[in-house]
C-alpha cells in the first residue's frame, strides 16, 4: 500500500493510453508457430479518472496471467492478446471503446471492464454484436439475469457481498443501519444489493440513505447530517475510495462512533492512500484471497509472477489475474477452433473450475452468498486483519 506502487501503476497506465501495446512490450509471449490461433481480448477499463488505481491493478494483474498462458501454451498454437483502452471511468467512453473492440479491432470478447455504468455498457455492445462479456469488475446483478447468457462473472455480485455485510451487522446486534453511496450505476446498484438483502434476512429497514454526487462537496455533508440524525449504529459504503474517505473523515469528526462497512469495490490501496492510519478499523468485504504470502497456490502464483514484473501485490491485481487465467482456460477447452457459440457453451459448463485453490462457477444466474467472499478490517498501520 505504499506510494511506489501507485507511480509503478500509473507509469504503466500512461503507456496504455490510446489502445494496447505490442504484445511483446506487455510481456505477452506471441513467438507462436505459424498458424497460431491468437485469441483476442478487448479490455475497456480505467487508466485514468476516479477509478483508475482499481483499473490499474485489475488491468495489470490480466496482463501477467495472459503472459503465462502465452509461455505455457507457445507450442500448442494457441495464444491470447489483451488490447486494453483507456476510458476514464466514463460509460461512453467504454461503449465507444467496445465498439471499436468488437468492431476495427476483431476482438473475439469483451473481457474485464470495470465499473457498474462501464460493465453495462459493454454488454449492451456484446449483445448487440453477438460476442461475449468475461469477468466484469462491480457489474451490477441485474447482469446475473437470465436475460444476459453471455455476460460470465468470475466474482461475486453485489447481492452476495450485500448479505455478508449485512448478516454480520445482525450479529454483532446492529440493528440501526444507514447508508451512504455515490450517486451512480454503482452506488444505486450497491443500495439495491443492500435492501433486497435485508429483504430476505427479514431484518429491519435501512434507518438512513444519503446517495451523494461524486466528490461530494456541500451535498456530502447536508447528507451526513441527516443520516447522523437517525442514529445509525453501522454505515455502509458503497462509493469509491474518495468519497468513503470523506465521509468517514466527517463522520469521525463529528463524533460519530459506529461501524463502517465497505465493498469490495472502495479499493483497499486507494483507501488507504486516502485515509492513512485514520483507515483503522473499517471492515471491507473482499472477493479474492488477501494477496499477502499465502499457501493458497493461485495466491502463489500471482506472487511469483509479481515478483518478475514492476508491480506489487494487490487484491485488484489478483483479481485480474485470476479473471484472465479462468478466461485462458475457457478458451483452452473450446480450442483453436472455437466460435463465440461453442466458447459460450464451454463457458457456461465451467460450474466448478478450481484455479488454484480458488473455486469458481460460471453458471449464468449464480447465487452463492457465502462464496468467496470475506470481511477484512484494516489496522491503522495498514496491516489487514480477519
Keep these: 500500500m505504499n506510494g511506489s506502487r501507485r507511480k509503478v501503476m500509473k507509469a504503466c497506465g500512461a503507456v496504455l493510453l490510446g489502445g494496447g501495446l505490442p504484445l511483446s512490450a506487455l510481456s505477452q509471449s506471441t513467438k507462436a508457430a505459424a498458424g497460431a490461433r491468437v485469441v483476442l481480448l478487448g479490455q475497456s477499463v480505467p487508466l485514468t479518472g476516479a477509478a483508475s488505481e482499481i483499473g490499474l491493478a485489475f488491468a495489470a494483474g490480466s496482463r501477467l496471467a495472459v503472459g503465462e498462458f502465452n509461455e505455457r501454451n507457445a507450442a500448442s498454437g494457441l495464444q491470447l492478446k489483451l488490447m486494453q483502452l483507456d476510458d476514464g471511468y466514463d ?4 461503449a465507444a471503446n467496445a465498439r471499436t473492440l468488437l468492431g476495427a479491432d476483431k476482438a473475439d470478447m469483451l473481457f474485464g471492464f470495470v465499473g457498474t455504468a462501464s460493465s453495462a455498457a459493454g454488454a449492451s455492445v456484446a449483445t448487440q454484436q453477438g460476442s461475449l462479456l468475461f469477468a466484469p469488475f462491480a457489474a451490477s446483478d441485474t447482469l446475473r439475469e437470465a436475460s444476459h447468457p453471455n455476460v460470465f462473472h468470475v466474482r461475486p455480485g453485489m447481492i452476495d457481498e450485500a ?10 446486534g446492529q440493528t440501526r443501519v444507514a447508508l451512504v453511496g455515490d450517486e ?3 452506488g444505486r446498484a450497491g443500495l439495491a444489493a443492500v435492501q433486497q438483502a435485508i429483504t430476505e434476512l427479514k431484518l429491519p429497514e435501512l434507518v438512513a440513505t ?10 456530502l455533508d447536508a447528507a451526513l447530517k441527516t443520516v447522523l440524525q437517525q442514529t445509525p449504529q453501522a454505515i455502509v459504503l458503497v462509493s469509491l475510495s474518495g468519497t468513503t474517505a470523506n465521509a468517514i473523515r466527517k463522520l469521525r469528526k463529528s463524533g460519530y462512533a459506529g461501524s463502517f462497512m465497505a465493498f469490495s469495490i472502495v479499493g483497499i490501496d486507494p483507501l488507504y492512500a486516502e485515509l492513512g492510519k485514520d483507515i483503522g478499523g473499517i471492515v471491507i468485504s473482499q472477493v479474492v484471497p488477501s494477496p499477502r504470502p499465502s499457501a493458497i497456490p493461485i495466491v502463489k502464483e500471482y506472487r511469483a509472477a509479481v515478483d518478475n514484473s514492476d508491480q506489487t501485490p494487490s487484491y485488484e491485481g489478483l483479481e485480474g489475474f485470476i479473471a484472465a487465467k479462468v478466461v485462458g482456460e475457457a478458451v483452452r477447452r473450446a480450442g483453436r477452433a472455437f466460435t463465440t457459440a461453442s466458447l459460450q457453451r464451454v463457458m457456461t459448463a465451467m ?5 488454484g485453490g480458488f473455486r469458481v462457477n460460471l453458471r449464468p444466474g449464480l447465487r452463492d452468498a457465502s462464496r468467496n467472499i470475506d470481511l477484512i478490517s484494516i489496522s491503522a498501520d495498514g496491516r489487514v486483519l480477519r
Design 163 to 172: 448479505l455478508k455485510i449485512v448478516r454480520q451487522c445482525a450479529t454483532v
Design 184 to 186: 451512480d450505476a454503482m
Design 210 to 219: 444519503a446517495m451523494v454526487p461524486v466528490g461530494g462537496g456541500d451535498k
Design 351 to 355: 460450474t466448478d473450475y478450481d484455479v
Design 91 to 94: 460509460a461512453a467512453r467504454a
